[in-house]
C-alpha cells in the first residue's frame, strides 16, 4: 500500500525540528496555584528518549528543580508549528509533552551540550552554565532534561497520542527545514501552480481562497479559506520523495504537466 501522509510520529519530530522555540508549564508545590510558563529556546530528543531543555538559570522553576533534586517535577513542553505563511488561522499544530523534569549534572552538562550542537547547533547553547549572558539582552541558562511520560499531537485532523519507541524510531521530514521559503516563494512567485494544485481540489471548495499550507516527502498540504471556516486539503504524491528531484518531478505529476523532468519535448 502507498503511503500517503506523515505517520504521527513523523508529525512529532518535524514539528519538534521546525519549532524556533517551545513554552515549558510547571504546577507549583503548594496547591493547584499554575507557575507563568516559561520560553525554552533548546528542546531536543535524545537517544535515550527524553528532551534536553534550556530553561532560565536564575528563574522559579529552576529554583523548584533544584528544591526537587532526584524526584524531578512534573512538567509540560509545548510546541506549536506555524505556518509559514500569514493565514487566517497560523497554528498548523500543537505538540504537547508531558513527564518529569530534572536538572542535568554539572559534571554532564559539557558532553551533553556537545551531543546537542552536532545535531541541533543553537546559539541559545553557548548561554547554558555561563552564570550572565554575553549581552544584556541574553538569558543565562540551565540545561534541563525532560523524561517523557507522554507525547499527544493535535491540529486541523484531531489529537493523537504516539509511543515513545516510534517517536525515537521517526526522523523529521526530509524537506522541513526549507519547507519555509519553498512555500512563501510558491505563493509570492509561483501563484499559477498553486492554481494549478487547486484545481485538484473537490468543487465545493474551489471558490475559496486557496494558498499553501505545507509540504513534505508525502505530498502537498493546501488551506482553503471561505466564508464557512478553513478546510485542509492533502494532495498525495504517488510515492513518497526523498530530494529535491524526486519532489520536483512529483509536484509536477500533481498539476498534470506533461514535462515531468522539466525538459521540453522533443521533436518528431
Not at 509545548?78 to 508531558?98: F, G, K, S
Not at 551531543?115 to 552554565?129: D, F, G, S
Amino acid at each position: 500500500m502507498t503511503v500517503t501522509a506523515p505517520t504521527t510520529a513523523e508529525r512529532i519530530r518535524s514539528a519538534c525540528a521546525r519549532a524556533g522555540g517551545a513554552m515549558l508549564a510547571v504546577e507549583g508545590f503548594n496547591g493547584p496555584t499554575s507557575i507563568e510558563p516559561i520560553a525554552t529556546p533548546v528542546h531536543h530528543l535524545l537517544a535515550d528518549g527524553s528532551f534536553a531543555i534550556t530553561v532560565p538559570a536564575d528563574g522559579l522553576i529552576t529554583g523548584m528543580a533544584v528544591s526537587a533534586g532526584s524526584a524531578g517535577i512534573q512538567a509540560v513542553l509545548e510546541m506549536t508549528d506555524y505556518a509559514p505563511l500569514p493565514l487566517r488561522e497560523p497554528v498548523r499544530a500543537l505538540v504537547w509533552i508531558r513527564g518529569r523534569m530534572f536538572l542535568v549534572p554539572d559534571a554532564e552538562v559539557a558532553p551533553m551540550l556537545d551531543v546537542i550542537a552536532t545535531e541541533n547547533p543553537n546559539p541559545a547553547l553557548l548561554q547554558v552554565n555561563t552564570g550572565l549572558g554575553g549581552r544584556d539582552d541574553e538569558t543565562p541558562y540551565a540545561l534541563a532534561r525532560l523524561e517523557i511520560e507522554s507525547v499527544v499531537v493535535a491540529d486541523s485532523t484531531g489529537a493523537e497520542s504516539v509511543g515513545l519507541g516510534a517517536l525515537l524510531a521517526a526522523d523529521p521530514d526530509p524537506f522541513c527545514g526549507l519547507e519555509s521559503c519553498w512555500l512563501r516563494h510558491l505563493e509570492s512567485a509561483h501563484r499559477d501552480v498553486v492554481d494549478r494544485l487547486a484545481d485538484r481540489l473537490p468543487h465545493t471548495l474551489r471558490s475559496g481562497r486557496v494558498r499553501p499550507l505545507g509540504l513534505d516527502r508525502y505530498g502537498v498540504q493546501l488551506r482553503v479559506e471561505d466564508a464557512s471556516g478553513d478546510h485542509d486539503v492533502r494532495l498525495p504524491f504517488a510515492k513518497p520523495v526523498d530530494d529535491v528531484t524526486g519532489l520536483s518531478q512529483a509536484i509536477r505529476v500533481l498539476m498534470g504537466c506533461p514535462f515531468l523532468n522539466g525538459l521540453r519535448a522533443r521533436r518528431i
